[in-house]
């Protein structure tokens, strides 16, 4: 009998404490090493990095009701900073004031000690920017005269919009990019010169502190340069449109390309879900056909001349991250 009611009692005791645990609301605060409250921290409870219990507030405040089913431990991840990990959480004493430290190491995705930096998710990046390099149409001078190649050449802009998809450290994304203008001040001709650009690019984000990260790039970029000449007068004989015939030529030129991106974070988000860059990217391109593709609007023109370039690109970009 003594012993039925031993067993009995034990088993209340057990019974009223996983019932107290399993109603255990964590509270605390969580600091950057300058004693400032650091916001967007996630706080997971158990080792699945993938399941995020609640985020720290704007004042760094957090409460999180552990589960008994999720673990005796509880982690405290943001970007850029040393995962802090707490076992047995049913002994801790709250509440918790949690210091995170900057991850040194992030470049390498590991810490002694320590989880790696939170990149295990996939995520997107959206860039809108400006992106240039020089074009030299010199020898195409005989053919189609100067008042065209002079206008052609030089520095070549064009704005440019990318899309990209990442997961850890690595980055893959496509962009568009597009730049016109004319001339209406050439003798009787409309000298009009359009130019559209598709690029693929691949990065790995190498470093990636609080503020700064840098990813180099390698990519391939495919750009259609067009040239029209039309008469300046909006009303024409047909005999002068059939005599003289309007120009309407296409260029199309391949590179590869080898460069590096960095970007700034000007503001550190509440919400480690997304935040916005702004930055520069640029490198080295080498043309991977020296003659350009050329056609009209129906044929392929054959020329053995050479559109010539300086082999370095840069872009100036804004950026919006989501993760």
Known sequence: MNRLKVCLSVALILGISCQLFSQQVLIGTVYTVNKEPLPGVSVSQGNNQSYYSTISDKDGEFAIRVKEKEGKSIAFRFPGYVTVALSDIDTIIHPLFILMKEDTLASYGKQSGY?????????????????GMFVDFS?????????NTEFM????????FEFAATYKRFLAGIGLGFSTSDNPKNDSLKV???????????GFKVFNF?????????????????IINSNINRKIPIETYLSEKD???????TYSSAGLRIEYK?????????????????????????????????NRLITDKELRIDNYFYRLFIAVNFE
Do not use: C
């Open 115 to 131: 989880s790696p930096v939170d990149h295990h998710h996939f995520g997107f990046i959206t860039t809108m920017g400006v992106e």
């Open 139 to 147: 020898e195409f001078k005989s053919a189609l005269g100067s008042y």
């Open 153 to 160: 050449s030089g520095s070549d802009g064009s704005f440019n």
């Open 192 to 202: 009009g010169f359009n130019t559209l650009q598709y690029n693929f690019d691949f």
């Open 210 to 226: 609080k503020r700064l990260a840098i990813s180099p790039l390698i990519g391939f970029k495919w750009k259609r340069y067009r």
């Open 247 to 253: 120009l309407d030529i296409r260029f199309n030129q």
């Open 266 to 298: 000007p503001k550190s988000s509440d919400y480690r879900y997304s935040y916005w860059t702004v930055g520069v990217d640029g490198g080295f391109i080498l043309p991977l056909n020296k003659v350009p593709w050329t056609y009209s609007r129906k």
